[in-house]
């Protein structure tokens, strides 16, 4: 199988090549090819998602994906900022359905602002849809009656859209408690309205899970108030923007968090969740172990290869116990000693 | 002045009395009036929001709002669920500018689920606009050209509104730390973008206010890692609406936290954060203390009499650092004995 490896900008290189390292060691047959991406592509070639980077995605079995986000790109006009290849990958490539675990590694219980006895019941997956919502509606700045600058995004999900990401929360679900929850703002929302509606419907499908439906405001709460509620969560591109973040940070591993992207056919984009962090890009001080996981992700969710990604997630984890940290968790390894760490795991 | 009484639903009814007795010990020369709104307005007389009870308020100087929300009501057609009379009341007397404190209380840091160290650095404003954004934008359902079902919210505002909302954030930093900081989406929403340049521009006229920027996914993550950090935020609704639950449940103090709706002439209508719990209603479980610290809010903002205002903010924190507390807050006061300890403390 062909892996593209788009490390992209700041520390996304450094983690990607741990990433790497990691999968070198387990003897996959995997071969891989690089390209540019973000702001590294932008100085490059003069655009954030060249062609040839778009097109080695579509190419690859997998795409294994690093971070963009670049300073001295943020006065670019919009769509020339590393952003846009992320947001470009996923519409390309039809990259719909966003898995983010977040969990609370064991010997991490000091690196969340939640009381350890609330962190350590973290243990949950958000099913975010990738290629819809408000981000992609049509969108743009008009003159109103009054002659004033006027900001507009439409909000939309058709049926179709909704059914698809709630199968693979319902699918999800299956794999886990057998329990989803789905996020919506119905109370306000016509397209919150339509996805309540259409969850509802698809459920009739899966008798086995158990669906329950909460507004985004209270979900928000509800995440620091008592987190271990949550297992299988669906909701819509923004608000699983939103309370995905806000899950990661409650879960106090930002660091250690991987994410798929996935088109439903097994294709699929792997990428952690922290972003480009400039301020330490080159240092050797970012933790490695998000790419890492997100390369697990991978093994399991595209290449079939359930059985090397339980070797990489217990590696990490066993890394994690026996002391292994990075400075975002308090201790001295540099990303390379952190990846040296989780492979002397491997086992 | 007339202070209009929408008691609603729910615990409404029991916590706007405890926050009317502790007015009534002030001698403030006030005179109220109620109506019905939420789901009891339409039990009573088919709408949640009657002419009458929308012609009160607009007569009062200032509404003293309960709680809406009924599940008996939750099968209705959309207009006619009770939430729609908050929302209508916001558009229908112009409050666009809702101000969400959140802070924890001397003597409530166990009730957080953030560690105490953490949770006693919270003190900040939410300035949420309140009657723009998607929740009042073209909305509906529509069919697809491939005859899908499909539903749209526009997300919008206009210069005029971003600065209005701009300015009373401004001010209210001005009253503060002098520092402001604006929450929204602008790498992917040109609502977002527009509202980011106009924030921009409006401060040119307040040179002596510190202005940052954050998106909205970042700020869910910062308001657990580290919600000291914030002061004075402004966003649009529908991350204000997010938010400011969110930071209410890292203060821990869901039932201690009031709201202002404001028009930005003085008239303003004032709610407790928490809804209407049916699960406990009449059964003299609620903390009136949010219901209390709201009518605080009314005497500053609408009334002019911070003095006040500011003593009976002052009682309710004696009376929690006195040890009261209703069962929300592991205590065992009713929701009167709770009114009580707040006029005991009025000194
Ligand atoms: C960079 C940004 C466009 C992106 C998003 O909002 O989807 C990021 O926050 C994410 O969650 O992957
Ligand atoms: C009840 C609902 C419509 C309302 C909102 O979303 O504004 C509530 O959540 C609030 O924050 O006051």
């Known amino acids: 199988p062909l892996i593209a490896i788009l490390a992209g900008d700041g520390i996304g290189p450094e983690v990607t090549a741990e990433a790497r390292r990691v999968l070198d060691r387990l003897d996959l047959d995997l071969s891989f090819d690089e390209a540019l991406v973000g702001g590294a592509a932008y100085k490059a070639a003069g655009h954030p998602l060249p062609p040839e980077t778009l097109a080695l995605a579509r190419r690859a079995d997998a795409v294994l994906f690093g971070a963009v986000g670049d300073p001295d790109c943020d006065r670019l006009e919009r769509h020339l900022r590393p952003e846009q290849a ?58 109103t009656a009054e002659g004033l600058r006027e900001g507009h995004d439409e909000m939309r999900y058709d049926e179709a859209e909704i059914a698809r990401i709630a199968r693979v929360g319902f699918e999800t679900a299956r794999t886990r408690k057998s329990k989803l929850l789905s996020v919506d703002k119905a109370n306000v929302l016509e397209t919150s309205q339509l996805w309540r509606d259409v969850v509802i419907e698809v459920s009739a499908d899966y008798p086995d899970v158990a669906l329950s439906h909460m507004y985004v405001d209270n979900a928000a709460m509800q995440l620091v108030r008592d987190p271990g509620q949550f297992d299988v969560v669906v909701t819509g591109n923004l608000f699983g923007d939103i309370l995905s973040d806000q899950a990661s940070m409650c879960a106090g591993s930002i660091g250690m968090l991987p994410s798929a992207a996935l088109d439903g ?46 070797r990489i997630e217990a590696a990490v984890a066993a890394a994690i116990l026996g002391g292994a940290r990075t400075p975002d968790l308090g201790g001295t390894l540099t990303t390379r000693a952190m990846g040296d760490a989780v492979i002397a795991s491997l086992g």
Chains 1, 2 share one sequence.
């Open 86 to 143: 992320i947001l470009g990958l996923r519409k390309e490539l039809g990259l719909f359905a966003n898995l983010r675990p977040a969990k609370l590694f064991a010997g991490l219980e000091d690196a969340s602002s939640l009381r350890p006895e609330i962190a350590r019941t973290i243990d949950m997956v958000i099913v975010r849809e990738l290629t819809g919502d408000v981000y992609f509606g049509a969108k743009g700045i008009r003159t």
């Open 265 to 310: 056919q097994g294709h699929g984009l792997y990428e952690p969740i922290h972003g480009s962090a400039p301020d330490i890009a080159g240092q050797g001080k970012a933790n490695p172990c998000a790419a890492i996981l997100s390369a697990a992700m991978m093994l399991r969710h595209s290449l079939d290869k359930a059985d090397a990604a339980d």
